[in-house]
């Protein structure tokens, strides 16, 4: 599976902005889906996660009410949006996928990762 992240860019606080995660292979739609961001000089962290259906989301509490994962399996494709954005949000975010179904909060659980999109929130 490979994976293309789009969509990121610079917004100011309080803007929006929706992530794109396109995926090859047929397979897809049996994947668990993350994303995840990693700020400058920081470690990568968990944002959100969906299952292969799109039936179970879950969310860091940093990002929860702000942020909605969902997913297209027809078009092999999942989104992040993202509503009130904050300069903390400031990040690279990467999507990755899972074999195993189900959404993870630790990156070792995920097979595959896309190459990151810089989101930039200015004050």
């Known amino acids: 599976v490979q994976l293309q992240a789009s969509g990121g860019g610079l917004v100011q606080a309080g803007g929006s902005l929706r992530l794109s995660c396109a995926a090859s292979?047929?397979?897809?739609?049996?994947?668990?889906m993350g994303w995840f961001r990693q700020a400058p000089g920081k470690e990568r962290e968990f944002v959100a996660g969906i299952n292969w259906s799109g039936g179970s989301t879950y969310y860091s509490d940093s990002v929860k009410g702000r942020f909605t994962i969902s997913r297209d399996n027809a078009k092999n494709t999942v989104y992040l949006q993202m509503n009130s954005l904050k300069p903390e949000d400031t990040a690279v975010y990467y999507c990755?996928?899972?074999?195993?179904?189900?959404?993870?909060?630790?990156?070792?659980?995920?097979?595959?990762w896309g190459q990151g999109t810089l989101v930039t929130v200015s004050s």
């Open positions: 292979g047929r397979t897809f739609s049996s994947y668990g």
């Open positions: 990755a996928a899972s074999r195993g179904s189900m959404w993870h909060i630790r990156l070792n659980q995920y097979n595959y």
